[in-house]
């Protein structure tokens, strides 16, 4: 089992930046070999997938962060980060960080709400 605790949201203007992490603990000797990914889900609609990272380091993105947001982590200290600049109003959503294992492991969440 993975436990995955995400920090650094808040509240910040259109324009700005954020710095994500997601500490994970557990079964931390998958984590090298685990796909991590961070999701977000603003109120009312799904959850959507933003970034992933494979174990190798490639990544992967989904369109409207592309360019914005970078994806990265650190095996040795079990860490994922998601660097977000060029913040918009329409990354107001609660992130989520996420081990992609059978089953999947999800963190609480963290709250990034920009202000226009």
């Known amino acids: 089992q993975v436990h995955l605790v995400e920090s650094g949201g808040g509240l910040v203007q259109a324009g700005g930046s954020l710095r994500l992490s997601c500490a994970a603990s557990?079964?931390?000797?998958?984590?090298?070999?685990?796909?991590m990914g961070w999701y977000r889900q603003a109120p009312g609609k799904q959850r959507e997938l933003v970034a992933l990272i494979i174990s190798g380091g490639n990544t992967n993105y989904s369109d409207s962060v592309k360019g914005r947001f970078t994806i990265s982590r650190d095996n040795a200290k079990t860490m994922v980060y998601l660097q977000m600049n060029s913040l918009k109003p329409d990354d107001t959503a609660v992130y989520y960080c996420c081990a992609l294992t059978i089953p999947n492991y999800w963190g609480q969440g963290t709250q990034v709400t920009v202000s226009s």
């Open positions: 557990g079964n931390i000797n998958i984590f090298s070999f685990t796909t």
